[in-house]
Every structure is written in C-alpha cells, then in structure tokens.
C-alpha cells in the first residue's frame, strides 16, 4: 500500500495574522507562503514535523472562515509532552477557553481552546 499523508487546510480572515498566533501558541514554523492570483495567502507550515495550512478565506471557491460560518464543525488535535504549558502560550497569545485542562475520563490530560481565527484546538496527552 502506498503511504497516505492527510493535510489540514484552516481557512482564516486573516492567514498572515493566523500564522503569527501558529507561531507564538504552539511554536510552528513557517514552510512556505504564496498568493492566489485572487490575492488569497496559502501558508505552509509545520509544528514538530506535523504540516497544515493556513489560507486566507476565498468564499467564491467555497473556502470561508468559523468567522464567516459562526462556528467550526473541525477540531484539530495536538498532542504534546506538556499540554498544560502549551494551552497556557496559546491563551497567552491571544486563544480562548472553550474546556480548561483537566484529566479526562476516556485517559487523556486534556483541554480545548478556540484560536483567533475560530478554529478549535484539543491540547493533551494520554495519561500513564
């Protein structure tokens, strides 16, 4: 079988603002950026090896943003030595709590935080 690789787009307002958050919340780097010819932002990047995009809402091509949409139906899941720490950057850096860290029942230490731009983020670990 041919080896599958899964990417997330997240569609923002702002892709150049999301990335800065990206980079100060959860310490990604940036990989790559481009433009549409429409002038949208494409933005490659990377925490600890794990690639996603950030890009710049399009509604005519069907790309809108939670803002735009009032809410997420995604959550992205980010499993990290210390989530605590990083669920504290991430609020630092401008994220809201939507579910505090806490030892959950199903054997993860973890908490749910909505960035900037709308997107949930579910911050843990599996408990030992």
């Not at 925490?47 to 735009?68: C, H, K, L």
């Amino acid at each position: 079988m041919a080896s599958v690789t899964l990417t997330p787009f997240l569609t923002v307002k702002d892709a150049r603002a999301a990335v800065e958050f990206y980079k100060k919340a959860f310490g990604a780097t940036e990989i790559s950026r481009q433009s549409s010819p429409s002038g949208q932002f494409i933005i490659e990047m990377s925490i600890d090896g794990e690639r996603f995009y950030a890009v710049d809402e399009n509604p005519p091509a069907f790309n809108v943003s939670p803002t735009t949409l009032g809410g997420t139906s995604v959550r992205m899941s980010l499993v990290v030595e210390d989530p605590d720490a990083v669920a504290e950057r991430a609020v630092a850096a401008g994220a809201k709590v939507v579910f505090p860290m806490a030892d959950q029942p199903y054997g993860m230490r973890q908490g749910r935080i909505a960035d900037p731009a709308g997107h949930h983020w579910l911050i843990g670990k599996p408990l030992r």
